[in-house]
């Protein structure tokens, strides 16, 4: 991105990315790219908010130094400590030795186990504090386990910017800024994939965390996220697709997904998802040794049914399955009709095991097995419970 004013007296000075693969670690394949965003406000106090990744410190130190000597940066705001954003802390308290850092409690102790580093002056923010910095007064705002316990936004009225940090993110990396410089579908896709993959367990706080910053009444003319592009057009649409999703809301869709050995859990499969489609359901079938986890995260953040299958290998489930429903666990989806399925040789575990690893985020109907290769009369029974299985997700 580099150096990019926003508003006047405004700059976005983070870092871009394109060819990052993977986001933390390699369980969220980032096909986009990714973006560090940090934000620099000049007035009678100059303020830095948010960082960057420790690899990009050159980097955005050069982009502060655009802008202005980064000695003469009097305050520092962290929103969150996730070192995709507080990497560069370290330095940047080497080079800003006289700066006043904010950030929640919970920031400070976190900053300080990661890198054993400190600031000189650290101030702990409380819910509705805020400090003067000039022409503009800068209010925090507490948004704990959105998504770490640390985490806050800051607003600036004068500017009518909400610094989200991780809220209303995407991992998308391109040259532009704002959100209405980009295809306004790519840039959906990639805000639902970062909410299915980063936010899902927080739907309940987000819910009322977002009433209660629909309740503050703030003019918002821009989130400047800390990932990927600024909203200033598409502010209502985000905020309604948050509002969405907090609410656990679901559509008439079902998610089909599965590993097979040779390819009989694959057939039963693809039966159901014809069963399911007969009745008018959308079924979208997914092996997950070719798809990538956030784009079946994404699709599963709203779909009413899901379908899992694996064949069964010395009494488990397959292992690429076991992996995307130990995450899929996580997500406190609820309310969700499902069932089991798979092949198996001689003992048949695993469609069993898939629903006790995930019996916590959904309802599971008896599961359906068939032995080695399915007949034609087995395959007919997946359509049929695909067809009663769509009939369940209509009526509910
Ligand atoms: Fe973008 Fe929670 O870090």
């Known amino acids: 991105m580099g150096v990019k004013p926003i508003k006047e007296g405004v700059y976005s000075v983070g870092c871009v990315d394109k060819s990052a693969e993977y986001f933390h670690g390699r369980s969220y394949v980032t096909r986009r790219g990714l973006t560090y965003n940090s934000y620099l406000i000049k007035d009678e106090k ?101 998504h770490w316990p640390d985490s806050m936004f800051t607003y600036s009225g004068f500017d009518k910017i909400l610094f989200s940090n991780d809220g209303f993110g995407q991992h998308y990396a391109t040259d ?94 693809q039966k159901i998802a014809e069963g399911i489609t007969s009745e008018g359901v959308e079924a979208k079938l997914f092996d997950v040794t070719k798809n990538d986890r956030p784009d079946i995260a994404a699709y599963m953040l709203d779909a009413k049914g899901f379908v899992f299958g694996s064949s069964t290998h010395d009494g488990e489930m397959l292992p690429m399955l076991a992996g995307y429903l130990s995450f899929l666990r996580g997500s406190k989806a609820k309310g969700r009709a499902a069932f089991a399925f798979g092949s198996y040789g001689w003992s048949g575990e695993a469609a069993d095991e898939i629903e006790k690893t ?39």
């Open 358 to 396: 995930v019996s916590n985020i959904a309802s599971f109907a008896p599961p359906l097995k068939a032995v080695f290769a399915p007949t034609k009369e087995e395959l007919d029974k997946c359509f049929t419970r695909g067809r009663e299985f769509a009939k369940k997700i209509k009526g509910s």
């Open 46 to 146: 100059n303020v830095l908010i948010d960082l960057v990744h420790a690899d990009f410190t050159k980097e955005f130190i050069a982009n502060i130094k655009e802008v202005i000597d980064p000695s003469k940066i009097d305050v520092v705001i962290i929103n969150h400590i996730e070192p995709d954003h507080s990497g560069a802390f370290p330095e940047i308290v080497r080079l800003m030795p006289n700066a006043q850092f904010y950030g929640t409690e919970k920031a400070r102790s976190g900053l300080l186990k990661y890198y054993g580093a400190e600031a000189k002056s650290w101030t702990s923010v409380k819910l509705g504090s805020s400090i003067n910095i000039g022409k503009r007064t800068l209010e925090f705002i507490d948004e704990p386990m959105i």
């Open 176 to 269: 532009k800024t704002f959100d209405d410089e980009v295809d306004f579908n790519i840039l959906m896709d990639e805000a639902k994939k970062y909410y299915a993959n980063i936010l899902w367990p927080f739907g309940q706080i987000l819910g009322a965390k977002l009433a209660a910053l629909k309740k503050m009444n703030l003019q918002i003319e821009m989130i400047a996220t800390s990932h990927g592009l600024i909203w200033r057009k598409y502010i209502p649409e985000i905020l309604e697709k948050y509002v969405y999703w907090a609410a656990n809301s679901c559509a008439n869709k079902v998610a089909v997904v599965y590993e097979t050995m040779w390819n009989s859990t694959e057939k039963m499969a």
